[in-house]
């Protein structure tokens, strides 16, 4: 919901008030999309809020999350060029015309907006990365579990077996060393940095993020749920 | 990987930046006035005459206080006169305008009078007329990526070369007729010529006289005809100012005369 608001500020209020302001001082200024251009941002803004809104809807590393991150850049894309006139804007006062032609300027401008359809697609695919490292280790965490016997329930005796698989008495006693760890090339990990209360830190990109937070700020990531307080 | 996503972050960001930056030093001097083109007005266009031909020029000055060079410095200018007729038509490339120079120059064009009139379009010389200039300029910006295009539109009053010819006063003493008149010619043209002015009844040609006149002003004089029993009934001046011949005549009612 916050995004949207967000979104709805930036791409449809704002602009819609600051297209007021220039058309209402500069009457003779002329574009090539000046005569409906609030339809067009009212549309294309739209387009992006709704975009967005989904993009952060969805977890990161999920097809839906950069397909929703890649249709708000095109229509931000589009959004840019209907703001520009397309980069061409025309002015008439008197005996006076002046033409812009700054087009290629704004192609170069899209093409600076859409380098944000790489962050996009890396989001992606760490999120993809680190969802399936997690989701291995929840796997192997499974089989640990499984092969670990709970000590609490008490094995029922099968009535077939005489004999235990597993006596202790049986194996041999043979002296052993025990080595010390800094002589197997063991060193300890370095002492984690303490986190300060109420904060936790975003596994996708190492941004600090209060406990409450869902979602990361710095890069969208969803935090595990059992992290959210 | 976070390393990944936040030298990525980083680029894109300092790609942006630098897009930003020339967009913004590309704009700017436009509505900053540092950019400035001073076309010619109506009043800093200087006119001459010679042998037949009016040379027009008009000064211009270009003011480059942007961040760029302007390349590609190309003044147009037709001239029209108010049927629509070119007069003129020309094309200055200036070319390359270093960041922070001032250019000046002047848009010269001649306009051949004589040869319109000989050919029969000799409108200009005998009536006043509106000259539309339309002046164009039209360079490259921010290394070629901006083109940027003005034009100019003013209308420059043309006074007729020979403007009119008339007579003031008619005064009647005996036989001594004074004819008091006045004529006026362009302030483009200068020095002296000899009017003649025939008086007629009818198809009967009752006296002539001549005056040296003064050209490129307004011209008042009087002439004394020597008249018998007839009065005229008009009065004819002819005069050769420069390349034209000039004839023009002017009906004399009996009120006229005093």
Same mark, same amino acid.
């Given at each position: 919901m916050w995004t949207a608001f967000t979104e709805t500020l930036r791409f449809i209020v704002v602009p819609l008030v600051l297209v007021d302001l220039v058309t209402s001082h500069?009457?003779?200024l002329a574009t090539a999309f000046l005569d409906n251009i609030? +339809?067009?941002?009212?549309f294309f803004g739209g387009m992006i809020v709704a975009s967005s809104t989904l993009e952060t809807i969805n977890k990161p590393g999920t097809y839906k999350r950069m397909l929703f991150?890649?249709?708000?850049l095109a229509f931000l894309c589009l959004w840019i060029f209907v703001i520009f006139g397309g980069g061409v804007a025309?002015?008439?006062?008197?005996?006076y015309f002046v033409r812009f032609d700054m087009s290629k300027i704004v192609y170069i401008i899209l093409l600076g907006v +859409?380098?944000?359809?790489?962050?996009v697609v890396s989001t992606f695919t760490a999120g993809r990365r680190f969802e399936e490292q997690r989701e291995r280790k929840r796997r192997l965490e499974r089989v640990k579990a499984r092969r670990v016997p709970d000590t609490t329930v008490q094995p029922r005796p099968n009535p077939h077996q005489t004999k235990p698989v597993f006596m202790f008495a049986d194996f041999e006693k043979t002296a052993f060393e025990v080595t010390a760890d800094d002589l197997v090339g063991y060193a300890p990990s370095p002492p984690e940095r303490p986190i300060p209360k109420g904060m936790k830190v975003c596994e996708i990109c190492g941004v600090s993020a209060p406990t409450k937070d869902y979602v990361c700020r710095n890069c969208g990531a969803w935090f595990p749920r059992e992290s959210v307080d | 990987m976070v390393a990944r996503v936040r030298i990525l972050q980083i680029s894109i960001a300092a790609v942006n930046f630098v897009i930003f930056a020339l967009a913004f030093t590309s704009i700017w001097p436009f509505p900053n006035g540092d950019f400035k083109v001073d076309l010619p007005s109506s009043n800093e266009i200087e006119w001459t005459y010679d042998a037949g031909v009016v040379h027009v020029s008009a000064p211009f000055s270009i003011d480059n206080g942007g961040f760029y060079d302007v390349d590609d410095l190309l003044l147009t200018y037709d001239v029209t006169n108010y049927s629509n007729a070119l007069l003129a038509s020309g094309r200055i490339h200036i070319g390359t305008i270093p960041a922070g120079r001032v250019t000046s120059d002047t848009i010269q064009f001649d306009v051949p009078i004589l040869q319109l009139y000989q050919q029969g379009f000799g409108w200009m010389v005998f009536n006043d007329d509106m000259l539309n200039f339309v002046v164009g300029v039209s360079c490259k910006y921010t290394m070629k990526l901006v083109d940027f295009e003005a034009r100019y539109n003013v209308s420059v009053p043309w006074d007729a070369l020979i403007q009119q010819a008339a007579i003031d006063s008619i005064s009647q003493s005996g036989n001594q007729l004074t004819v008091n008149y006045h004529i006026s010619t362009?302030?483009?043209?200068?020095g002296t010529t000899t009017l003649r002015a025939y008086l007629?009844?009818?198809?009967?040609?009752?006296?002539?006289?001549?005056?040296?006149i003064q050209l490129g002003t307004y011209?008042?004089?009087?002439?004394t005809f020597t008249l018998g029993s007839a009065l005229p009934d008009r009065v004819v001046f002819q005069a050769q100012i420069l390349d034209f011949p000039f004839s023009q005549s002017i009906s004399i009612t009996p009120g006229m005369i005093t």
């Open positions: 500069y009457p003779q609030n +339809s067009y941002i009212i991150g890649l249709t708000a025309e002015v008439k006062f008197g005996p +859409s380098l944000k359809g790489l962050l | 362009s302030s483009i043209f200068g007629y009844s009818g198809s009967t040609l009752l006296a002539q006289d001549s005056d040296v011209f008042p004089g009087s002439m």
